[in-house]
């Protein structure tokens, strides 16, 4: 346990490397930037989670969760025997 300096008002607060932790005289969050650099992150993380094609939304119907759950199944075969290749092309100079 350490202590920060309160980005919003100056003051030294009691600090457990917590990025949400807040201020103890302002009660403003500590993280600052980097709070805000989490968060967008996270939204970012995700928008592309549900962009991607065999998302898994809870409004599908059964029958779509099936075949979304099929095409993760080949995606991630595929995905094993392009890296295996690419592993053995590069393998093999030596």
């Not at 600090?15 to 403003?28: A, F, L, R, V, Y």
């Not at 025997?81 to 100079?93: D, G």
Request: glycine content about 8%.
């Amino acid at each position: 346990m350490g202590e920060k300096k309160c980005p919003h008002c100056g003051e030294w607060s009691k600090w457990t490397t917590d990025i949400n932790d807040k201020c103890e005289h302002c009660g403003q969050a500590l993280g600052g930037r980097d709070l805000a650099y989490k968060e967008q992150r996270d939204r970012d993380t995700k928008a592309n989670e549900e962009q991607w094609i065999f998302y898994i939304k809870e409004s599908d119907s059964d029958f779509v969760k099936g075949m979304k759950k099929i095409g993760n199944f080949f995606y991630t075969v595929y995905m094993a025997i392009i890296t295996f290749l690419a592993w053995v092309i590069a393998a093999l100079p030596g």
